[in-house]
């Protein structure tokens, strides 16, 4: 039987109605409406979710606050993450854990959240 691991509280961009964990739940459904597996799906939340937690702890609530100063501060950071047995992050796992992120600003800002609140990059 699966492990169940305890729930973890919701971010503190949740309370706010244009906030990242708000948009996160908003790409998601994009994924998955645009057949998706549902794999990449989980895999694409739970590297969000770190990222969440990172970019909370240094008060940034939404989207738009994300500059790409901040993107290249967590990509450093992975690179500084150690694993429990004190060796770093592989590539792949730093990797893995910056794509969703470096997609997420361009697929959650535009027309593609499904929201149609475009910004002007495309034609509802």
């Not at 964990?21 to 895999?43: A, F, G, I």
């Not at 790409?68 to 150690?82: A, F, M, N």
């Not at 047995?85 to 499904?114: F, N």
Request: with cysteine.
């Amino acid at each position: 039987m699966a492990r169940q691991w305890p729930k973890k509280p919701l971010p503190e961009s949740a309370k706010e109605p244009d906030g990242l964990y708000v948009w996160l739940k908003r790409y998601l459904e994009w994924l998955r409406v645009h057949h998706y597996s549902e794999r990449t799906v989980v895999n694409r939340d739970k590297a969000m979710g770190l990222f969440l937690e990172w970019i909370e702890a240094r008060g940034v609530l939404r989207p738009m606050e994300v500059t790409k100063p901040i993107l290249e501060r967590y990509q450093r950071h992975l690179y500084y993450v150690r694993k429990a047995d004190g060796r770093p992050l592989s590539i792949r796992g730093q990797e893995w854990r910056l794509v969703p992120v470096r997609g997420t600003p361009r697929a959650s800002s535009s027309c593609h959240a499904g929201t149609g609140a475009c910004r002007g990059t495309c034609s509802a």
